[in-house]
T-cell receptor, first 112, second 112 residues
Framework: DTAVSQTPKYLVTQMGNDKSIKCEQN?????MYWYKQDSKKFLKIMFS???????INETVPNRFSPKSPDKAHLNLHINSLELGDSAVYFC???????????FGPGTRLTVL | GENVEQHPSTLSVQEGDSAVIKCTYS??????FPWYKQELGKRPQLIID?????GEKKDQRIAVTLNKTAKHFSLHITETQPEDSAVYFC???????????FGSGTQLTVLP
């Protein structure tokens, strides 16, 4: 009965590779998000997406792209991975009629 | 864009004492202010939130106050317990997308 789930939980890869992180929510929410938490614990918004609008934080490199096959999923694709991409990535979701965002368990990405 | 500053970065209190964490925000259009608790290796979880049309909100041992004029808001935890030990994040958001801009976090340690 997990509300927001992410796979994989851990991802270790080499520089230059392309990888994806999957996110699914079973809450019937309209809006989904991706956040990045770096090694100093800073949490930063990357994207928000509902079926009408994608908002991209201006600091996010275009190597990162969200893809939503349906309302319940928002996957994160990362091309040409760099060392600085190492972080924990959190997916979150929200109903448009409420403010609270529910976070997934996070994916720890390590780029070697 | 929005900028949220949070203080202190670390806070140690004795069990049973109160803890106060303070945040300031820069964008006067922000109108929703949640507080998240993140335990080590876990996802951020909402503990309390406040909207800009309210000055104070309380939920058992936790309270949040908001001063819109000064653009600051605070988290108050009374009768602290060891299980309150975690990193606490304040955040601000506005608009329909509700992207969260987080503060830098406060590591709260409650000493038994």
């Amino acid at each position: 009965d997990t509300a927001v789930s992410q796979t994989p939980k851990y991802l270790v890869t080499q520089m230059g590779n392309d990888k994806s992180i999957k996110c699914e929510q079973n809450l019937g929410h309209d809006t989904m998000y991706w956040y990045k938490q770096d090694s100093k614990k800073f949490l930063k918004i990357m994207f928000s997406y509902n079926n009408k609008e994608l908002i991209i934080n201006e600091t996010v490199p275009n190597r990162f792209s969200p893809k939503s096959p349906d309302k319940a999923h928002l996957n994160l694709h990362i091309n040409s991975l760099e060392l600085g991409d190492s972080a924990v990535y959190f997916c979150a979701s929200r109903s448009q009629s409420h403010n609270e965002q529910f976070f997934g368990p996070g994916t720890r990405l390590t780029v070697l | 864009g929005e900028n949220v500053e949070q203080h202190p970065s670390t806070l140690s209190v004795q069990e049973g004492d109160s803890a106060v964490i303070k945040c300031t925000y820069s964008d006067s259009a922000s109108n929703y202010f949640p507080w998240y608790k993140q335990e080590l290796g876990k996802r951020p979880q909402l503990i309390i939130d406040i909207r800009s049309n309210v000055g104070e909100k309380k939920d058992q041992r936790i309270a949040v106050t908001l001063n819109k004029t000064a653009k600051h808001f605070s988290l108050h935890i009374t009768e602290t317990q060891p299980e309150d030990s975690a990193v606490y994040f304040c955040a601000a958001s506005k608009g329909s997308a509700r992207q969260l801009t987080f503060g830098s976090g406060t590591q709260l340690t409650v000493l038994p």
